[in-house]
């Protein structure tokens, strides 16, 4: 079962920007209520597909990653494909939501 994993400044690069399959990353912090209610969505969907890498950034301990990305409200979901942002969704979604925006890539 895969399980989200957790992206520094530092291993950015290897793990989403030359990653050749999608990667779904959701730029996240401990204090968002929101964050929390759509951590079992991304969770599920890490679990349950191999067709996209998924990849969790807490924007306060990296705050450049946040920056970089102009990430202003969390939780966002950002769909990278082929190193460059792909997608954006701003708040909680439903799985089906998130999923029909990965099928469109």
Not at 5 to 27: G, N, W
Request: hydrophobic fraction near 40%; charge should be negative.
């Amino acid at each position: 079962m895969n399980q989200p994993i957790a992206v520094t400044t530092d291993s950015f690069k290897e793990q989403v920007l030359r990653q050749e399959k999608p990667v779904l990353v959701d730029f996240w912090a401990d204090w968002c209520g929101p964050c929390r209610k759509l951590e079992p969505v991304v969770e599920e969907i890490a679990a349950e597909t191999d067709a996209v890498r998924v990849c969790k950034v807490n924007v306060d301990k990296e705050p450049q990653l946040a920056g970089l990305y102009h990430i202003s409200s969390v939780p966002t979901l950002m769909l990278f494909r082929s190193g460059t942002p792909a997608a954006t969704m701003t708040g909680v979604h439903s799985k089906e939501a998130i999923l029909r925006m990965l099928d469109q890539i």
